[in-house]
């Protein structure tokens, strides 16, 4: 399976924490060989009383805010996986879950314990009301 497909099935679980209110953060890292973006963090925002996507992109001299539908999100960030990045971590409060291509492209999702106790703030706000 391509690895754009199996990042939409990653996505769903991306969407699913934040319908349930478990998301804690998302981060696209190990890039491939020296690149000036090192990170892509992905974080959730109230706009205009809708909840969407903050996409920090974190390079070496500066920091750039872009802001998306939570569906948009997932068009914006495909782009980036294979290149520059292998790999993009979800933090829920049930798991975390690893997205990780190998040096084959050969991709694998595992999940783990999670790292994070609380979700997002900014969820927690926007399901409450």
């Known amino acids: 399976m391509p690895f754009t497909e199996t990042f ?14 478990t998301y804690a953060k998302l981060t696209l890292a190990k890039t491939i ?11 959730p925002i109230i706009e205009a009383d809708e909840l ?3 996409l920090k992109f974190r390079y070496q001299e500066e920091e750039l805010f872009e802001v998306y539908p939570i569906d948009e999100a997932c068009v914006r960030l495909i782009p980036f996986l294979n290149n520059p990045f292998l790999s993009a ?8 879950l690893t997205y990780k291509m190998n040096k084959k492209r050969v991709v ?6 999670p790292s994070f106790a609380h979700a997002s703030p900014v969820l ?3 399901l409450q009301k």
Request: aromatic residues 16%.
């Open 8 to 21: 939409n099935t990653f996505y769903e679980q991306v969407k699913t924490s934040l319908t349930n209110g």
């Open 33 to 43: 060989g020296k690149t000036d973006l090192k990170n892509i963090y992905v974080r």
């Open 52 to 54: 969407k996507l903050e």
């Open 89 to 96: 971590i979800l933090f829920t409060t049930e798991f975390d």
């Open 108 to 113: 694998s999702i595992t999940e783990q314990f």
């Open 124 to 126: 927690l706000e926007y």
